[in-house]
């Protein structure tokens, strides 16, 4: 379980740390992050306690893999626009 969580870890800051900066970028809060980010926690989340039930390390680190890939999934699906509204919203600020 240790090894799980010595990769789930630094993925959930790495992600944590998208979405900051993100949001300093354009300086607005989106409500969809909150989705994709307990998307992603949910997919850590699941990663470590597998491992605790006994599963096979890879299986776990292959569900560790799997938390970014909901925040891009997201992004492709939902999000681009979000991101469209809140920059042209941040750009129209500096103007």
Same mark, same amino acid.
């Given at each position: &379980?240790?090894?799980?969580l010595?990769v789930a870890?630094p993925?959930?800051?790495?992600?944590?740390?998208i979405?900051a900066?993100? &949001?300093y970028l354009?300086?607005a809060?989106?409500?969809?992050?909150?989705?994709?980010? @307990?998307?992603?926690? @949910?997919?850590?989340? @699941?990663a470590?306690?597998?491992a605790?039930?006994g599963?096979?390390m890879a299986?776990?680190?292959?569900?560790?893999m799997?938390?970014?890939?909901?925040?891009?999934?997201?992004?492709? &699906?939902v999000?681009?626009?979000?991101?469209?509204d809140?920059?042209g919203?941040a750009?129209?600020?500096e103007?």
């Amino acid at each position: &379980m240790e090894t799980v969580l010595t990769v789930a870890i630094p993925v959930g800051i790495y992600l944590l740390g998208i979405f900051a900066l993100y &949001m300093y970028l354009v300086q607005a809060f989106d409500t969809f992050h909150i989705l994709l980010v @307990a998307g992603s926690a @949910a997919f850590l989340i @699941a990663a470590v306690l597998l491992a605790a039930a006994g599963v096979t390390m890879a299986v776990c680190l292959l569900v560790v893999m799997l938390a970014p890939a909901v925040v891009v999934v997201g992004y492709e &699906m939902v999000g681009h626009r979000h991101a469209e509204d809140a920059i042209g919203a941040a750009l129209s600020r500096e103007l």
